[in-house]
């Protein structure tokens, strides 16, 4: 199984910015799958994440209002809409897969299945 992720670059400070997924997933309709992100000298952080059928969402504090997660089941692929982006949105971010049909414990990322290898976000102020 492979995560690919991809749309990350230079963003100016209050600019969008949307990542893609694609995930090659025989079921792609039985995961959750979630978004985090990786500053240097950080920990991991939950960003969002999305139902197996894009009908719940759930989002970390500091990205609410900012960033919107949402999927496509026909063509398997889940995306990452970022607005308004701030300096401190500059990480490495992840997509990941969890074998799920709720949306308990997505915000935990010990709980994925399968993780991707990561797209840099850099943001100028």
């Known amino acids: 199984v492979t995560l690919v992720e991809s749309g990350g670059g230079l963003v100016q400070a209050g600019g969008s910015l949307r990542l893609s997924c694609a995930p090659s997933?025989?079921?792609?309709?039985?995961?959750?799958m979630g978004w985090f992100r990786r500053a240097p000298w950080e920990g991991r952080e939950f960003v969002a994440a999305?139902?197996?059928?894009?009908?719940?969402?759930k989002y970390g504090d500091s990205v609410k209002g900012r960033f919107t997660i949402s999927r496509d089941n026909a063509k398997r692929m889940v995306y990452l809409q970022m607005n308004n982006v701030k300096p401190e949105d500059a990480a490495v971010y992840y997509c990941?897969?969890?074998?799920?049909?709720?949306?308990?414990?997505?915000?935990?990322?010990?709980?994925?299945?399968?993780w991707g290898q990561g797209t840099q976000v850099t943001v100028s102020s």
């Open positions: 990941a897969a969890k074998a799920t049909t709720t949306m308990s414990s997505t915000e935990n990322g010990g709980e994925y299945d399968y």
């Open positions: 997933l025989r079921a792609f309709a039985n995961y959750a």
């Open positions: 999305v139902s197996w059928d894009g009908g719940s969402t």
